[in-house]
């Protein structure tokens, strides 16, 4: 259930912002009714309308295309907008659904979140926390969350517990299995979830340490030429949005996390942007075992 949700608030079916008021933390919108056009006459719907409402009339309801967590359409390019508007659909403009950040060396971004840590106050006792452990294999994402152990130094990605709500997101300094400073993210964009800071952050550390994540390409069953990608820790919303742009998601592999299918034709931009953003390792001869 938390998987799909995360899958739903990165693609923008849902939005997760910062708590109104006094009270820290963070909550989960229904996203409006919109659309995005991934390519010419091919559109993505995107948002959910209050008590379970369809999100658009019976005419265009019933050319949508499900797959996974995502809705598509096709209609004619010329005529499309016009009748997405007309049924209460807000456009949005695709360089803005994705969001991309810039394209950076991992050693930059963890020196700017060292930085952060280094101007943050002493954290005090932290409740609830677990961290992203380093030396765990970037193949098992749930097998990397663990306790802190009293040998741990050094800078984590984690979660901490509260009072109520989902775990946050941070990044913590640990001396000898005690914690001594942390940020809450996001730092950089409050609208964006703590999870896409945390998740480039850990591909970061990762790379840093020689052992980067990976991506795996192989044949798609049943295809002549489409290709499967199998990715095995989380992305960054904005790397998720990317996938949906260029593929489409199919049921996963054995130890993925996600797996999409995408054209050959587009293999080789999928493999530069995973390579550039998160510093991925791919690997394309024969996939998962």
Not at 72 to 95: F, M, N, T, V
Request: include cysteine; proline fraction near 7%.
């Amino acid at each position: 259930m938390a998987a799909q949700l995360d899958l739903l608030v990165s693609i923008g079916d849902l939005i997760e912002l910062p708590h109104r008021g006094d009270h820290k933390g963070r909550q989960i919108y229904l996203a409006p009714p919109s659309f995005v056009e991934k390519a010419l006459g091919r559109y993505l719907l995107l948002g959910v309308r209050p008590n379970g409402a369809p999100l658009v009339n019976e005419s265009l309801g019933a050319g949508i295309q499900h797959k996974g967590h995502t809705r598509s359409l096709k209609l004619d390019a010329q005529l499309a907008p016009g009748r997405l508007r007309a049924a209460g659909l807000h456009e949005i403009p695709l360089d803005h659904w994705l969001k991309r950040p810039r394209t950076d060396q991992p050693a930059a971004v963890v020196t700017v979140m060292r930085q952060r840590l280094d101007g943050a106050g002493e954290s005090g006792e932290v409740g609830g926390l677990k961290i992203i452990d380093t030396a765990a294999s970037v193949r098992y994402y749930r097998g990397r969350w663990r306790q802190l152990a009293s040998s741990d130094s050094g800078d984590f990605v984690a979660r901490r517990s509260q009072a109520y709500g989902a775990d946050l997101w941070c990044f913590v300094r640990v001396e000898h299995g005690v914690p001594r400073a942390l940020v809450d993210l996001p730092v950089d964009d409050l609208a964006a979830a703590g999870c896409d800071e945390a998740w480039r952050t850990q591909a970061a550390i990762d790379a840093l340490a020689d052992t980067p994540q990976v991506m795996y390409i192989r044949p798609a069953p049943g295809t002549s030429g489409d290709r499967c990608l199998d990715l095995f820790s989380p992305v960054p919303g904005w790397a998720q949005r990317y996938l949906e742009l260029v593929g489409i998601p199919v049921p996963q592999a054995r130890g993925a996390l996600v797996s999409y299918r995408v054209p050959m034709s587009a293999i080789g931009q999928v493999r530069a942007f995973f390579t550039d953003m998160l510093w991925m390792h791919v690997r394309e001869e024969g996939g998962v075992a």
